[in-house]
């Protein structure tokens, strides 16, 4: 059956050892109330509420879903109670505004709660995660009137904020929404009417009012992306002094049917002459969105990450007690019928794939997290321009990499489990259906990966990747530790392997614009391989180090995050070089099809 | 929405112009009938009834599934009528001994069949393909009597066999099955008594009769696999005359809840003194069995194949009328408000992937066939012999990398669509559950592999594949054609590579018996991308004589198919030196960790 305790001692390694979390909440002014102590007791009591109210509601939110009916949508039994657990709990506004009843922890901290949240149940996690990201939107672009009036709700999960873009003609290209939005005479607001779908979070039973940010054409609009405006429109109107109002014209005309999240409702919104405020400058509605959607874009990676590890967690669980031939060296329990299955060197494989997927996961995202921290606390704006570019280069490779190897981690894992595993009651079916749309929403992987060459490589001439290796060698620095030259030496040949695919990638992308979109997402994931190949040597550089220091005490602890990492060296890594030779290889072979030739019949 | 048509022109091409089987056929004098003339009218009319009758069935047949009360199972709305035309159309029977009203067409034909069969409803196709094992095992290994009694009605399609292997407490390991069989005082039976799960058509509502193939044990059964035999056990008993009589002790316990096959019926069966006759020798069951399984793996396989072609004509149905953005050249359709998604080099680049991944599954499953052909028909025993030896080696090969790439293509083909590959409406979702059982159940991959390292590499010192070896050298000859020595040089590289690895592996293996299982799945990837380098320089030569002989008609298939050929070799085939270097990377990286330290918590 599936099977969850948050890893804890994972995450205070990751957390304490790793990147030495106290020492730099120390030394930035915004962050100096973080002792330790409170984040530890943050992890503990996270990781019990997200155990004892979400994780019992993941299979029964499965299997029963969301419920649509004359407007309105049903969540699955228990998700409304829930919700109010957590959000009177103050899980809802960890990271918000102080000024408005945030909390204002910092990122490195809270990305640890929201693998909990993914990994107790993906589906319920989108809606705080929705929320969080509206909430960071309003803070950043919408008045201190709305501010005073949104936020606090939202934090406090007594409203909850939806991310409106999507049209049924236009996904990826969001310059060709329809939906229209026009000023209303004497008022400062607007009259919203278009039809938006797949809204997590759209429309639901849990809260009293939910919080549109909706992307809409002012009658003015130059064509294209460049035309777009972002509105906050309430499903209940909300009068001057901030008390709920009438409806406001928002009409849920159905949910969509899923492979997975299944308790996630899934909307298909009109908005009716909706009565709507504008966000930030008219037209710049995309850039505003990019605020929520790059917070967004982290949280999802974390699904991936979150899903991997209740995978594995779970399939060990079963490995456990599952009794199948005898170890390849002879038997190991004789006194069994069989062995159990984790004496078979591919059984381990298989484990060990899973782990180092999400340790590595792990590790990055935190360090992604702990970069938006500097961008936002720090105290030198040199060192906040420096973070900033960082987290929009690994910004898309945290969302698609954590996804695709959160993917492959389940379903490394359901293979773990034989043919139980695609029995819906051991749960391990469900984590592959849950994790799969992550690879596809808040921008598609491929978009992630264009995201990757185009805006955050190319427009600048790879002057942010330039700036990552620089970042990489200096921590890497000129010599390797006895007994770690392994990873050093990895770690080196890796980044020197990709500062060779980026110059080559630079100079061929003169030559012809079909050549990023070519190499994007094979670029993308070797990216994400060194990486995480930095990951590894921070964490073996950490375990060395936590082993030289402990003694007897956490010794096993050190070992194993040592073996972990010289799996991925080892059986992971290896990849990176056929990613390489495939990016070389160009546009050409992409493009030599005609495109009437990709359709051949009978 | 979900899409096909059999690749006919393909099917055509693989026949008649990589394998020449007119000529091949005519050489054998079981085969001299098959003429291509009768070939092609097999495909036309397999091609119109499969997308007639079954792939209408697909989607609702997922969305209904299989019910089960009170010992019943009813079967989807229209799969029992849909079962009746086929049948009764001969489509049963097509591989079958003739002597008994089967129609002893060669497997490199009915392989074609098969993947339609997969591809219009993988759930549907799930009925014959374990019927014509089971017959295929009865033909083997009955007594006259038997298969005069069960074959024609198998054949015909008014009985269906059953496969029961799996118990609650063992799937891959059959030694410890408690099932048991206790001779009938007084008669040539016994007794069966025992419970099964997993068993596809265990029970349902299509057919008068159920033939079980079951694995049970004597009284007098040695321990583990040398101990087990193999019974036939009907639904219903059959009388001296062949009529049917009172119901067997066979009860239906259920069905299991599963992520996708939904419209096959996979039941858990209890034998309760149920009548049986053993086929084969006692004790001998195992072996018995492998005749049933061998086919049933190569089917299996094709059910990756199929698969992942129906979820490529689906997705490019989509591609075809989805507009997002414009090309990096610059619009091609600037009369629409954006270009089709295919002119996305990185759309291509999924879609080309898809799509080489099943033209050279389409090419294996035809050369295994043609194998499997030579194995039963030649009237030479040397070639026969080598066939045998061919076909166990490549067989783990065929069910493992072509369930293994048809599970990559569906989840490739679902990526295309964006989110509506998410939303069951269009049907790519379901491919994906469909396809992913195929890499666990008839053996999972892993044991595939297994099998294959040891059995098929380890047992016989390296011979079969330096047979294999041996085989494609002198395929490809010294000299590469002109224009091909792309194709030439990475197949030859390719082989030299596997070589390499194979010689290091039988040596590793020497010394510690975990070292094969620890290179195992690579390995056998390693293999499978070799086998389908061999496949496209057979392609891309036979593509290449049809264009030289074809003027301007063929051109169009010829010229794609070198150019998916191609795309192979760029973008797909050089992650084989990876695999290389992690099967080098040996066992010690995978036993390092200590069991317990497989479950950190807390």
Redesign the interface.
Known sequence: MASY?A????MRFVLNEVFKAGEEWASMPGTTEVTPDLAEAILEEGARVTRAELFPLNQSGDAEGCHFAAGKVTTPKGFKEALRTLADGGWFGLGGNPEFDGQDLPKMLTVAFEEMLYATNASFALYPALNTGAALLLDHHATDAIKRTYLPRMYAGDWLGSMCL?EP?????L??IKTRAVPIDGDSGYAITGSK??ITGGEHDMVDNIVHLVLAKLPDAPAGTRGISLFLVPKRRVDASGELGEANGVVCGGL?????IKGSATCVMHFEQAQGVLIGEPHQGLATMFTMMNYERLSIGIQGLGLGEVAYQSA?DF??ER???RA??GAVAPDK??D?I???????????NV?AWNEGGRAFAAYVGSQLDRAKFHPDAEMRTDAEALVALLTPIAKAFLTDRG?DAT?EA??LY??N?????WGA?QY??DA??A???EG???IQ??DLVGRKLYKNAGAHVARFAAVVREDLGSQAPVGLEDFHGACQRELARLEEVTAWLLDRAQQ???E???A???YLNLFGYVAYAWMWWKMARAAQAGLDASGAAGE??Y??KL??G??F????L??????A??IE?G?E??????????????
């Not at 890893?7 to 994972?10: C, I, S």
């Not at 060296?569 to 992971?572: D, F, I, N, P, W």
């Not at 072979?589 to 009978?602: H, K, Q, S, T, V």
């Open positions: 305790q890893p804890l001692r994972d999507t003609h236009c996904g990826t290209d310059g060709l779908i797949w969509e049917h899923k492979m997975g060990l490995a456990r009794l199948q031939s390849p060296q019928p069989a159990p984790l004496v078979h060197p591919d059984v381990r494989r298989m484990a060990l782990r993917f379903v359901q293979q034989g043919g595993g695609y029995c819906v009651e079916e592959v259906r799969r749309i690879m596809i929403y598609t992987n491929g990966a264009m012809s614009p079909e990023l979109g070519a994007a997402v094979d096993s602890f070992r194993a073996a972990v010289r799996h060296l080892a059986r992971m290896p990849r990176s070089e056929a990613l030779r495939q290889a546009a072979p992409l493009m030599a099809l005609p495109e009437d030739a990709f359709y051949p019949r009978g």
